[in-house]
């Protein structure tokens, strides 16, 4: 018979209303650490929000509808086998009745803790569904290209978020058409009930295609970032390599941004405070940072009238395109400085636990840190040690070996959740193993950490592999709106998929009818979320296509297909031990010195770190930019001489004539136990053109005096 627990047991409202109190903290908890309230648009917090919250919560909500299935199950497999039993379903709990039991049949189900009625549950998803279904085929596009327009009126806004996602709304608009006729010709349903099976299903196609080429790549890095970690000596250099390369970045940035602020210096000088063009020149001025909008001039350095003394070619037009640059240029600069301060961060801290790991006192010092006069000064440099230097290798290289399995799980799961005769999902396993024995604790508790552990891989390659460096999340409030719509439209199209793949997984879902359906629990989520059976072919090719597709990532991920083709054609990637990844990694190594003698000077001087410290700030003099735009160029140069395939074009032509060797810089680095760098760029020349020896000219230089202080600091 069916055995309920007595009045211990957490009513079904109340873990609702857990479950919905823990997704909206963890929500605004994110939200306040990457946005800020107080400056971005009221629109991206309440969607960002919005759109946060129901992910969670469907990452909380699967696991109940899960469990609630199986024992809904019980209860109908009760209803068949025992006469007189009646169910009743009313609010959250349900409540049965047995008026007749043989003395010879034993059933017995076990009510999970959680337990909610499928009525109630269908309702929550259709609302969560329908929600997301809204925000990420319409209201984020839309937000995100008005946020993204570069005009001054609303109105223009709003035509430009039109025009942008007019394609998009077109072509789903011929797709659904195609697919409406399909059922009218072929299923011969006419009825508008089938409308929204339709939409959903085609969104959950869409969704699971995107998918697997992400699942397929994080199922495999997020493991293998975690063994990477594991290995400071490989992390170090990985940092020395991204380094280099995101300073040429950070150099371009600067530029363009420099550029921009020129421009726009001159127009604001000659738009004066009565002007009427000059309040769209003070929103203009309003996108640039904080630090650099104090060199704009308002238009009140002279107090006269002015009328029409203004630039004949100056429009409103013309302020819009200017204002796009901006965006643009501040856009880019502000990225830069992020990824370097972040990645600077974690070389400095790299290269501190390398050389404390030498030391006999263990306690861990950093010289780039300011001093803390506090009672946990005494024993927290000690925890740190142990910690960097012992633990966190070990705890990184266990986690690793665990979610390796866990992928490797997925991936078999994945693989055969297709194959309808026989049982191999490693998942469906455990939950239908579970279910017997009533652990539905255990069913849940899986549940929650597949679909996190799914969500993690997906959300983590997108925000890996960083589009244009324009979409990142940054913490300390410094993820600008349009990152956050992004991540709002990434995560409202991919948490429903996630979810309708883990069931899947775990065979709760079938993909054709069986005779043994009946066995097979009915969650709330497949009757609300679409109905396969209306578009055959998406059973019979796509849904078995679709655990090939992942395979097919997860092997090119393994073997860093990508990355070698991509190193192929001349965008370097790191790979291994090469001599060209090498090149990078001295150039980085050299950049972190000089960052830190940087912070060290400014934390003997200021007695802190320079946190605030702009890296364009530092690229600011012409000559050191226009030094660096010089060795920039070298590396260009040098990086399309060693791509594979023009080593083979330099061996061809180099059987018909020799080439000339390169002007070459030396550099010479002196003082570096006072911080203070001595910078020669000398081109190579023969005796013959100077009229001096290289004996004679090397104890010339070698004997000529040392520069001043910290005027090489910058190079």
Not at 115 to 136: G, R
Not at 556 to 562: D, P
Not at 686 to 693: K, Y
Request: aromatic share 14%; proline share 4%; charged share 20%.
């Amino acid at each position: 018979m069916a055995r309920e627990e007595g009045d211990s047991r957490i009513s079904a409202p109340i873990i609702l209303f857990i479950e919905f109190s823990v997704a909206l903290v963890l929500a605004l908890y994110l939200l306040h650490k990457y946005g800020n309230f107080r400056k971005q648009n009221p629109f991206v917090t309440v969607t960002t929000l919005l759109v946060w919250f129901l992910c969670f919560v469907s990452i909380f909500l699967l696991p109940v509808d899960v469990s609630s299935a199986f024992y809904q199950l019980c209860l109908d497999n009760v209803v068949d086998n025992v006469s007189g039993n009646t169910f009743n379903c009313s609010d959250f709990v349900c409540s049965h009745s047995v008026s007749s039991l043989p003395t010879n049949h034993c059933y017995t189900c076990y009510q999970p803790y959680s337990f909610i009625c499928p009525l109630p549950l269908e309702i929550l998803w259709y609302i969560i569904y329908w929600l997301l279904f809204v925000l990420s085929w319409i209201i984020l596009p839309l937000g995100q290209s008005y946020v993204l327009a570069s005009y001054f009126s609303v109105g223009k806004k709003i035509v430009r978020a039109l025009v942008e996602n007019a394609i998009l709304y077109i072509t789903l608009l011929l797709i659904f058409v195609a697919l409406f006729v399909y059922l009218i010709v072929v299923k011969h349903l006419i009825a508008f009930n089938n409308l929204p099976w339709l939409l959903a299903t085609a969104s959950n196609t869409w969704g699971l295609l995107i998918l697997a080429l992400l699942l397929g790549y994080g199922l495999v890095e997020v493991p293998r970032t975690l063994f990477n970690a594991s290995r400071r000596g490989y992390t170090l250099k990985h940092c020395y390599f991204k380094a280099a390369k995101l300073y040429m970045d950070m150099a371009d940035a600067d530029d363009k941004l420099k550029e921009v602020t020129d421009r726009v210096k001159k127009v604001s000088q000659s738009l004066k405070y009565n002007d009427p063009l000059r309040k769209y020149m003070d929103v203009i001025i309003g996108k640039f940072p904080e630090e650099l909008q104090a060199e704009f001039s308002t238009g009140r350095d002279d107090y006269e009238d002015f009328q029409g003394n203004t630039e004949d070619m100056l429009t409103k037009s013309s302020l819009e395109t200017l204002l796009k640059k901006a965006i643009k240029a501040t856009r880019l600069s502000k990225a830069s400085r992020i990824h370097w301060l972040a990645l600077t961060d974690q070389a400095l801290d790299l290269e501190d636990t390398d050389l404390n790991a030498t030391s006999q006192e263990k306690c861990f010092k950093s010289s780039v840190r300011p001093p803390k006069d506090s009672w946990t000064n005494k024993f927290l440099p000690h925890l740190e040690w142990y910690w960097k230097l012992w633990f966190r290798p070990w705890v990184y290289f266990v986690l690793a070996i665990l979610l390796a399995f866990l992928s490797l799980s997925i991936v078999w799961s994945e693989a055969t959740f297709s194959i309808q005769q026989q049982n191999l999902s490693v998942f469906a396993r455990l939950v239908y193993a579970s279910h017997k024995f009533g652990n539905y604790i255990s069913v849940e508790a899986l549940s929650i950490a597949v679909v996190a552990y799914l969500s993690i891989c997906a959300y983590f390659t997108v925000f890996r592999i960083r589009i244009f460096n324009l979409y990142y999340l940054a913490p300390n409030h410094s993820t600008d709106e349009y990152s956050l719509l992004f991540s709002a439209l990434l995560f409202s199209r991919l948490a429903l998929p996630i979810c309708l793949n883990y069931l899947y997984m775990i065979r709760v879902v079938r993909l054709v009818s069986h005779d043994d359906d009946d066995e097979v629990p009915k969650t709330a989520f497949a009757f609300a979320t679409g109905n396969t059976d209306l578009i055959p072919w998406l059973t019979s090719y796509f849904y078995i296509y679709y655990p090939a597709l992942v395979i097919l990532v997860c092997v090119a991920t393994l073997f860093s297909v990508g990355s070698r083709l991509a190193s192929l054609c001349g965008y370097q990637k790191f790979i291994g031990e090469d001599d060209f990844s090498a090149d990078y990694i001295d150039e980085g190594r050299m950049l972190m010195k000089r960052e830190r003698r940087i912070r060290e000077r400014h934390l003997r001087d200021n007695g802190r770190t320079p946190r605030s410290q702009l890296p364009f700030d530092i690229l600011k003099e012409s000559r050191t930019s226009s030094l660096y735009a010089q060795r920039r160029a070298e590396r260009t140069n040098k990086d399309e001489e060693h791509t594979p395939l023009s080593k083979f074009i330099s061996k061809a032509r180099s059987l018909a004539s020799k080439t000339k060797s390169a002007t070459a810089a030396r550099y010479t680095v002196r003082g570096a136990d006072d911080f203070d760098d001595a910078v020669e760029l000398l081109p190579t020349s023969s005796s013959e053109d100077t009229g001096f020896s290289s004996h004679r000219t090397n104890s010339r230089l070698s004997s000529r005096n040392e520069p001043p202080k910290d005027i090489f600091d910058d190079i």
